[in-house]
């Protein structure tokens, strides 16, 4: 299983951005949770959101709440994060993550996959 994150990049406060996660390698008969995570220098990585197999349960850590949504594609295999109202603190490298199972968490240790990361970083 592979996963590809893009969409990263150089914003102001204020602004918006949308991340993109493609995964490939797997059926789309396999049941999967999909999730982003966040890792600011000198930071451990967190938790930002998730969504489960089917797309009906979000969850999203108390600092983005309203400004940012969730959301998968499952006939593409795909998940976005479209992120509002960027803050300067919303910097970090975003890594989309992979459960194989029908719901999602907040632990990454619960994700078996990961893509390689994507930087987005908001200028005061």
């Known amino acids: 299983v592979q996963l590809q994150a893009s969409g990263g990049g150089l914003v102001q406060a204020g602004d918006s951005l949308e991340l993109s996660c493609a995964a490939s390698?797997?059926?789309?008969?396999?049941?999967?949770?999909m999730a982003w995570f966040r890792q600011a220098p000198g930071k451990e990585r967190e938790f930002v959101a998730a969504?489960?197999?089917?797309?009906?349960?979000?969850g999203y850590t108390d600092s983005v709440k309203g400004r940012f949504t969730i959301s998968r594609d499952s006939a593409k295999n795909t998940v976005s994060l479209t992120m509002n109202s960027l803050k300067p603190e919303d910097t970090a490298i975003y890594y989309c993550?992979?459960?194989?199972?029908?719901?999602?968490?907040?632990?990454?240790?619960?994700?078996?996959?990961w893509g390689q990361g994507t930087l987005v970083t908001v200028s005061s």
């Open positions: 993550a992979s459960h194989l199972g029908s719901y999602y968490y907040v632990n990454p240790h619960e994700y078996e996959y």
């Open positions: 969504v489960n197999w089917n797309g009906d349960s979000t």
């Open positions: 390698g797997r059926s789309t008969a396999v049941r999967f949770a």
